[in-house]
Each structure stands twice: as C-alpha cells, then as structure tokens.
C-alpha cells in the first residue's frame, strides 16, 4: 500500500469528529472520500497533509510513519488560492521558489502549459483567465510538487455545473499521464464515480467508513456515467440512512 492509516482520532471542542479511522490506498490509485457535509472529509485531508495534527492513530507513506508536514503530499484546497499580483508561470512555480529549485520548475512547467489546457496563458494574471482554466493553473501547481500522493478537496466545487463536468472531465484523461496515487474529497456522487477506482463513505458520529465502491470499468465516458444510475441510487439512499431497494 502507499498510504495507509492505523486508528486515527481526532477531536474539536471537546468532540470526537473522527474515531479510530483506518483505510489505505495503492500505489497510483484514485479513491474518492464522500460523505454529507460536516462529516470530517476535510479534516482527514488536513490530518494527512499535517495541517491538523491527530490526536491518536498513525499515517504511513510506503510502510514508514510521518508525522508534520511532509514531502509525500500535495494538498489542493477547493479555492484556487493563486496570487493576483502574480503571473500564471510565477503561480504554479510557488513549490520551486520555496524549495530553490525554480529554475528547473520553471523549464517543466512552460513544458505543462499546453497539457492544462494553458498554452499562451503562461504570462497571463489569474483575473484574465476563466474560473475552470484557474482551477487547471491550480492543479498543476499541486502536480509539479515533487509529491507521490495528491490530496484534492472538492477542487471543482466552487464552479459552475457546466465548468464543473468540463473540469471532471479533463481530469479523467489527466489521470494516466500523471500516474500519481491520488486521494478526493467530494459531496457529488457522480464525480466519485465517474473519476475513482474505488469509493470511501464516510458518515456517522464520529465519523468512520461505512461502506466501500469498487469501480473497476476502464473506458469512461458520459454516456457511461448517465448509465450508471443504479450506482448512484445506491449511494444516495446509503447516504440518506435508507435502504437502497427503492
């Protein structure tokens, strides 16, 4: 497994969000996180990326524990979080300037550009591009990190429906040239099932996993995720606390 989780617990104010969570995903893997909102997603992807500590509970990267910010993870909050004052170039290479290796960054990222969706736009302030070519800016921030895991939560969320599916899928096809072992956050069920191999419910207080979707089909579509309403009605009422012979 690349990353694995062993017990982790995690309070605030005196509440247990989360209780001796435990799950793990393989190298290259696509697992969404889905859950009602409130129910402690973002604060996983925030224990994991060292923002909050755990309280109890262990975090493994390739069978090694870590504790505090670490190397392993690139974290993509919903927000893009790009600087105005910057160019698009100078945004998406923040990981090189902090780390001194911008100059190199630099030379991969021109080479990106055209890959997201961004040729030309390199010297372009984030006010001059749309909300979905933002968000691809953002993402490619996140994957020229020299991170093995990408930790997304809900990074298409804040976008329109039509940006939104355009995003989703643009990401679909990203995700064989990346390669890399990812983990999302969301509240759409069809998002989780139209980008995962496998889906995680998190739900309850506090919050555990309570049931897991394997989705093995390779070739994806819309067409194929309009047909895979039994799928979605499946997690719907599992999510509403009902059964699922409706």
């Known amino acids: 497994m690349k990353l694995q989780t062993e017990d982790l617990a995690f309070s605030f104010e005196g509440r247990r969000i989360i209780d001796r969570l435990s799950f793990a995903v ?23 990326a060292g923002i909050l500590p755990p309280e109890s509970g262990r975090i493994l990267v390739d069978g090694q524990e870590i504790s505090s910010f670490s190397s392993h993870f690139a974290y993509m909050p919903q927000q893009d979080l790009l600087f105005p004052w910057k160019t698009i170039l100078d945004n998406v290479c923040l990981y090189g300037r902090l780390h001194g290796t911008e100059r190199a960054l630099r030379l991969r990222a021109k080479e990106s550009l055209p890959v997201f969706g961004l040729a030309g736009y390199g010297n372009s302030y984030p006010k001059e591009l749309s909300g979905g070519m933002r968000q691809r ?26 940006t939104r599916g355009e995003m989703q899928d643009w990401l679909l096809g990203m995700r064989a040239r990346l390669g890399r072992t990812t983990l999302l956050v969301t509240h759409d069920i069809e998002e989780a099932i139209y980008l995962s191999d496998r889906i995680l419910i998190l739900s309850g207080s506090p919050a555990h996993f309570q049931k897991e979707v394997r989705i093995e089909d390779r070739e994806r579509n819309r067409e194929w995720l309009f047909a895979q309403r039994a799928r979605y009605k499946e997690i719907y009422y599992f999510l509403k606390g009902e059964s699922d012979a409706h």
């Open 137 to 162: 800016a953002a993402f490619l921030r996140t994957a020229l990190c020299e991170a093995d895991v990408m930790l997304l939560d809900e990074p298409f969320g804040a976008l329109d429906v039509i």
């Open 26 to 48: 393989a190298e290259g893997e696509f697992v969404s996180i889905l859950g009602p909102s409130g129910c402690g997603k973002s604060t996983l992807l925030n224990m994991l």
